[in-house]
């Protein structure tokens, strides 16, 4: 996939990563505008924690189709910040950095990655590498295909699933 050519075009936003790593149901159906998160109380607590942290912060800064949670210039670097509510998903949470970083990076805007976990009282810090860009082309790929399929791929049940908005629409 050449990113170079059409990047400007690139529609994928972070949540979609996100997804990806989480639920390609939720994914697919997030995609075609079926977004049940609204009516989550779960999403609701990650909205209030997202709202009273970092108050002092330049947030909610929306760069074509991907939004950062918060920005901060730390002695001449850009630091852009996600903010989760847990790091039980982990990986998806890094990979959604990891797009913003490249994101930028292909803007020609260099910045370090840095995952906020207040209730936790824990940050991580994430680096783009050769190799993460490679991972997240073969995502992005991945991620077009799915969206563009004709129906959703079938839920797989998962630990968490009774924990997700879309609980009942894939298993009613």
Known sequence: MDLTKSFRDLKIRGTQINYYFICKT???????????????DIVELGNIIHRRSYKNEKRDVIIDSIAIDFIKNNDGALEIHEVKKSDKMKTADRYQLLYYLFYLKKLGIEAIGIINYPSKHKVEKITLTEKGEKELMKIIEDIENIINRDEPIKPE???YCKKCAYYEFCFS
């Open 26 to 40: 939720k994914l697919y159906l997030f995609s075609k505008n079926i977004q049940m998160e609204k009516e989550s």
């Open 157 to 159: 049940r998962k630990s």
